[in-house]
């Protein structure tokens, strides 16, 4: 069956790193644009980054632009976050998703359960 399982999240300092990856199976990964998407407690969920089928391509969010990097592994179906620097604010559950493109906006066709993300001191 279809599965994307995240994993790499926990408690860390500010101005600490941490990196996420995203295991998908039980689709064809590497036809997918892939999103990392972040929820904080009482705020909607948010996109935080994007990467194209073959990694060509990533778009990011501007408060993390700088600080975070995506990537994928196609031949492995893996997708990654690389996060430096943290802030207090990047606190969150992170989920990974394979998306497609619908108008302006991307659907989640595949989602991950996520991975929690604490900043703090």
């Known amino acids: 069956q279809v599965q994307l399982v995240e994993s790499g999240g926990g408690l860390v300092q500010p101005g600490g790193s941490l990196k996420l990856s995203c295991a998908a199976s039980g689709f064809t990964f590497s036809s997918y644009a892939m999103n990392w998407y972040r929820q904080a407690p009482g705020k909607e969920r948010e996109l935080v980054a994007t990467i194209t089928t073959t990694g060509g391509s990533t778009v990011y969010t501007d408060s993390v632009k700088g600080r975070f990097t995506i990537s994928r592994d196609n031949a492995k179906k893996m997708l990654y976050l690389q996060m430096n620097s943290l802030k207090l604010e990047d606190t969150g559950v992170y989920y990974c998703?394979?998306?497609?493109?619908?108008?302006?906006?991307?659907?989640?066709?595949?989602w991950g359960q996520g991975t929690q993300v604490t900043v703090s001191s």
């Open positions: 998703a394979a998306v497609r493109r619908r108008s302006n906006s991307w659907v989640g066709d595949y």
